[in-house]
């Protein structure tokens, strides 16, 4: 018989876990297209690493449905412009690669101010 291999838990696992919070883990590729029966794409939210000439590094969380409009989130974080993190810097920025940002791992880690 086959081992099971056990899963680590993600930080958010861990964290609701914690706080007694019941959860159920969700294992989905919302860039293909396939979701689970009662998910919208609009359900989903996407993490995006920017810098703002002022703040420096931010996060800003919205639908995956949505665009971020840089120039609303540079009014209301304090800043004249903001722009995307580069992909090269992204890593050593935020601690995470191109698609695995991760707002409370990101959060945990730095004091970077979230936009949702």
Known sequence: MA???KRKKTLVEQIL?????AHQRLSLNALEGDLPSGIQASDIYKTLALIGDK???????IPLTEHLSEKQLAKVSGNKKVSMIPK??????TGYVHGANNPVGI??????PIFI
Do not use: W
Not at 88 to 93: M, V, W, Y
Not at 107 to 112: A, L, T
């Open 17 to 21: 876990d914690k706080a007694y919070i």
């Open 88 to 93: 090269k810097d992204l890593q050593k920025t």
């Open 107 to 112: 959060r945990q880690k730095h004091s970077f």
């Open 55 to 61: 703040t420096g590094p931010l996060i800003g969380i």
């Open 3 to 5: 081992k099971k291999t």
